[in-house]
Every structure is written in structure tokens, then in C-alpha cells.
């Protein structure tokens, strides 16, 4: 059964930082695309982050909301996902989900998430 | 950046109704559009992508059409679990967008 767990978030203060963990397991980790998407209270969803699989040289690609704040990372030896979050806002207030793209069906899409980590920003 | 519209914002329909909700992107995407169902306190669930295809495990009473500019999601008997919000998704291009939600409701 592919899952994906999501770890790290709580309440930090405005400028501080956070890294959120991503753990897969039930699938061969490292084949797959990954991104982070957060959803506000009450609001919609928002793309924050992607990484390529090392396959495709493991490169990324940011919301601009987050870019040069945030950085997305992946230890595919641990079947880890990272977020690392810099000089948070309130504006990021959000719960943060992982999800995987799909490579074989539904390529490219999220086809599994995470249960999500709430992440607070706030003094 | 290429934005999404659902529309409407809230649905209310009875159990056993059709359910047609529509996604407008402000330029094309090709069929390069999914759909997500998210229930309250859940994480999203892909229900269609690439425009008209379901997901694993989604049941043939959700269907999609559609391409270029206008896509639609098609429920075609809502049951009691459907009631939720939907997100449309495109992955044409980056940022990857959602649209901003259609809430269907219990009427």
C-alpha cells in the first residue's frame, strides 16, 4: 500500500525556520516526482514546491510565493522528502501536504497524498 | 501563470442528481487538467486526469471532458459520499495551479 507521512510542522514564530519531512513507503521512492501543496485554513489548494526524480536530475521548481524561502529536497536512500522553510510568514500558515506525481498511470499528477502537517506561523 | 475558474462556487443537489462542474483556464492546457474530491479534515483525492481519465478505484459514475479552455467534471447520480469540494488542476506548465473549488452540497 503506498503511503506517505508527513512530519515536522508546528508552531513557529514570524522569520524562523521549519523542515517538513516526507516519508514514503509501499513504492520504489525514488521513481517518483514529488511536491509539497499547502492549503490555508478555510482556502483552496496551492502548489508550493516540486523535485524531479534523480533520474531526471532531481531538479525543482517553486510557487514564487515561496521561491528563494523555501527549498525542496529528497534522500532516496531514507525514501525521505524535504521542505525546508526560511523566513516564515503568517501568510504561510497552512497545512502542508505531500504528494507524489504518478508515473505509469495518471502521469505527472497527484496521484497519492499525504495526511498533511499543520504549520503555524505566529508570535 | 495560468488561472483556473471553477464554476459555480456551491452546488446543492439531492442524492441521486446529476452533478456538472465546470473548470475555465485562461489559456490552454491541452488535456493536461485533473480533478481532486477533498472531504472535510482529508487530504485530496485525484479523481480524473488527463482531461477524461479516472483514477485508480474511482467509480464510472465520475467522468471529465474536455480541452483546451473548458473542462467539465461529471457526476452522473451523486451518493451520499460525493458531497465535497472538487479542484481542478492543470500541469501544463508551471506554477502547477489549482482552481479556487466547487463545493457540492446536500440540498
Known amino acids: 500500500e503506498v503511503q506517505l507521512v508527513e512530519s515536522g510542522g508546528g508552531l513557529v514564530q514570524p522569520g524562523r525556520s521549519l523542515r517538513l519531512s516526507c516519508t514514503g513507503s509501499?513504492?520504489?521512492?525514488?521513481?517518483?516526482?514529488l511536491s509539497w501543496v499547502r492549503q490555508a485554513p478555510g482556502k483552496g489548494l496551492e502548489w508550493v514546491a516540486f523535485?524531479?526524480?534523480?533520474?531526471?536530475?532531481?531538479?525543482?521548481e517553486y510557487a514564487a510565493s515561496v521561491k528563494g524561502r523555501f527549498t525542496i529536497s529528497r534522500d532516496d536512500s531514507n525514501s525521505i522528502a524535504y521542505l525546508q522553510m526560511n523566513s516564515l510568514k503568517t501568510e504561510d500558515t497552512a497545512v502542508y501536504y505531500c504528494?507524489?506525481?504518478?508515473?505509469?498511470?495518471?502521469?505527472?499528477?497527484?496521484?497519492?497524498w499525504g495526511q498533511g502537517t499543520l504549520v503555524t506561523v505566529s508570535s | 501563470e495560468i488561472v483556473l475558474t471553477q464554476s459555480p462556487a456551491t452546488l446543492s443537489l439531492s442524492p441521486g442528481e446529476r452533478a456538472t462542474l465546470s473548470c475555465r483556464a485562461s489559456?490552454?492546457?491541452?488535456?493536461?487538467l485533473g480533478w481532486y474530491q477533498q472531504k472535510p479534515g482529508q487530504a485530496p483525492r485525484l479523481l480524473i486526469y488527463?482531461?477524461?481519465n479516472r483514477a485508480t478505484g474511482i467509480p464510472a459514475r465520475f467522468s471529465g471532458s474536455g480541452s483546451g479552455t473548458d473542462f467539465t467534471l461529471t457526476i452522473s447520480s451523486l451518493e451520499p459520499e460525493d458531497f465535497a469540494v472538487y479542484y481542478c488542476?492543470?500541469?501544463?506548465?508551471?506554477?502547477?495551479?489549482f482552481g479556487q473549488g466547487t463545493k457540492v452540497e446536500i440540498k
Open positions: 523535485i524531479r526524480s534523480k533520474a531526471y536530475g532531481g531538479t525543482t
Open positions: 488527463a482531461a477524461s
Open positions: 489559456q490552454s492546457v491541452s488535456s493536461y
Open positions: 509501499g513504492f520504489t521512492f525514488g521513481n517518483h516526482p
Open positions: 488542476q492543470q500541469r501544463s506548465s508551471w506554477p502547477r495551479t
Open positions: 504528494a507524489r506525481d504518478g508515473v505509469e498511470m495518471a502521469t505527472y499528477y497527484f496521484d497519492y
